[in-house]
């Protein structure tokens, strides 16, 4: 594990190092795509990778995967995961151990177009983060301001982020 935090802080390093002599290295894209699949399903593609997304019975679907919310949850505590190792190092706070619950409320009228004044999306999502190691309250909750404020999957929910969609009739 020392070995991989090392590593954690190489990479910030050479991040920084990298970006302060040409901001334009900052720049990222990353992309996906998909295709449905069954009644309600659809398999996504990131980089090498497959995700394969269903929806429960009750919304049409077969439950042969995770839905869309739900995959939206584990992105979001995936994120969170990352986000605190690379803080915590960062900071210099030792973690020993870390487990992150996240669960959203959805109201589906939203969806269905039921009632138009209902969002589709969630109404409210909590995470819950369970911290152990030698620490003081207070350096774990700075590590907590710290994760925050910076982990992107977090930043998308709170934050205004454009999507524009393009239609392309074929």
């Not at 919304?59 to 990352?82: F, K, M």
């Not at 589906?108 to 209902?118: A, K, N, P, T």
Request: net charge negative; proline share 5%.
């Amino acid at each position: 594990m020392t070995s991989q935090l090392a590593n954690l802080n190489a990479i910030s390093e050479a991040t920084a190092q990298a970006v302060a002599t040409d901001p334009a290295k900052a720049q990222v894209v990353f992309r996906a795509s998909g295709t449905p699949t069954g009644t309600v399903g659809s398999v996504i593609t990131a980089r090498s990778h497959t995700v394969r997304v269903d929806e429960p019975p009750t919304l049409g679907g077969a439950d042969t995967d995770a839905n869309p919310v739900e995959v939206y949850l584990a992105a979001l505590i995936s994120c969170q995961v990352v986000t605190y190792r690379f803080w915590a190092q960062r900071l210099g706070v030792t973690v020993d151990d870390i487990a992150i619950t996240a669960e959203g409320d959805l109201d589906v009228r939203g969806f269905f177009g039921i009632d138009e004044s209902v969002r589709p999306g969630f109404q409210a999502v909590r995470v819950h983060v369970r911290i152990t190691g030698p620490e003081s309250a207070e350096r774990y909750a700075e590590l907590q301001r710290a994760v925050d404020a910076h982990c992107p999957v977090l930043d998308l929910s709170t934050g205004v982020t454009p999507v524009n969609t393009t239609l392309e009739l074929a």
